[in-house]
Every structure is written in structure tokens, then in C-alpha cells.
């Protein structure tokens, strides 16, 4: 095994035929938030790009659907 420090608290270690990156659990959770993030912007950008091409259905009608299908009430609570 072979390790290798590249910051404060994060390391990559060879183990066999496999890197590891070890780092601290709240760097983890803040990188994963990040790319939970990110995703969520990508998707609403294609999104609205499909929207625009004609591809996509205005809101409005999308709830319609929906309150049809589940007979949810539109009334405001």
C-alpha cells in the first residue's frame, strides 16, 4: 500500500489495484452537497432548454394532469 498526503486532512492511498481518497466526513458531506447541487442546476437547465425547443409542457398544464390523475383539490389552504 502506498499513501500519499495532498492537504491538511485528505490523503490517496493505493491499495492493490484501487486509489482511495481518504478526507474528513464534513468535507465529504459538503462535497456531496455541492454535487447535489450542481445536479439540480443541470437538470433545470435542461429543463428549460427542452422547455424552449418545444419539448416541454407549461406548468400549468403539468398540474392539471396531476390534480386529475390524484383528485388533489386546486384550493388554496
Known amino acids: ?3 500519499k498526503i495532498i492537504g491538511e486532512k485528505t490523503a490517496v492511498a493505493k ?3 484501487n486509489d482511495v481518497v481518504l478526507l474528513p466526513l464534513a468535507r ?3 462535497l ?3 454535487l447535489e447541487d450542481l445536479e439540480d442546476l443541470l437538470d433545470s437547465q435542461r429543463s428549460v432548454a427542452e422547455y424552449r425547443a418545444g419539448q416541454g ?3 400549468g398544464d403539468y398540474l392539471k394532469e396531476r ?3 390524484h383528485r388533489v383539490s386546486s ?3
Do not use: N
Open 1 to 3: 500500500m502506498s499513501l
Open 15 to 17: 491499495i492493490g489495484k
Open 28 to 30: 465529504y458531506q459538503t
Open 32 to 34: 456531496m452537497k455541492r
Open 57 to 59: 409542457r407549461a406548468f
Open 67 to 69: 390534480r386529475g390523475k
Open 75 to 77: 384550493s388554496k389552504r
